[in-house]
C-alpha cells in the first residue's frame, strides 16, 4: 500500500521554474518506482517522467525532456520534479504515481497507486 501526497504547485511566468514534490507513505520505498504524470481538462492524463528504485534510471516525454527532472530521496521518502523554462502548454494538474509491480515504467496502466494531484499554471 502507498500513500502520496504531492505539493509545490502554482501559478507561475513562462520561462519560471518550479519544483513539485511528492511524500510517499509506505514502508517499501526503496522498492517503489515512481512517476509524474499530467492532466488537461477533458484530456488523457499524460506521461512526463519516471524514476527507478534507486533513482539510477529516469524516462521523460518528449514534451518535457531536457527541461524537466525527476529525482528521489529515499531517506525522506519523497520523489521530485524539478521544472525549468515552463511554458503556458504545461498548465496541467499534475500527478505522482507509484508502483510496485516494476523497476520503472512509462505505462500509466502498471501504476496502481495515485495522489490526488497538485495544479500548476504558467501564464504567458
Known amino acids: 500500500q502507498v500513500q502520496l501526497e504531492e505539493s509545490g504547485g502554482g501559478l507561475v511566468q513562462a520561462g519560471d521554474s518550479l519544483t513539485l514534490s511528492c511524500a510517499a507513505t509506505t514502508d517499501r520505498f526503496g522498492t517503489t518506482a515512481f512517476g509524474w504524470f499530467r492532466q488537461v481538462s477533458g484530456t488523457e492524463r499524460e506521461f512526463v517522467a519516471s524514476i527507478s528504485w534507486t533513482g539510477g534510471s529516469t524516462f521523460y516525454g518528449e514534451s518535457v525532456k531536457g527541461r524537466f527532472t525527476i529525482s528521489r530521496d529515499n531517506t525522506k521518502k519523497s520523489v521530485y520534479l524539478k521544472m525549468n523554462d515552463l511554458r503556458p502548454e504545461d498548465t496541467a494538474v499534475y500527478f505522482c504515481?507509484?508502483?510496485?509491480?516494476?523497476?520503472?515504467?512509462?505505462?500509466?496502466?502498471?501504476?496502481?497507486?495515485w495522489g490526488s494531484g497538485t495544479r500548476v499554471t504558467v501564464s504567458s
Open positions: 504515481a507509484a508502483t510496485q509491480d516494476y523497476t520503472m515504467t512509462d505505462m500509466l496502466g502498471a501504476y496502481n497507486y
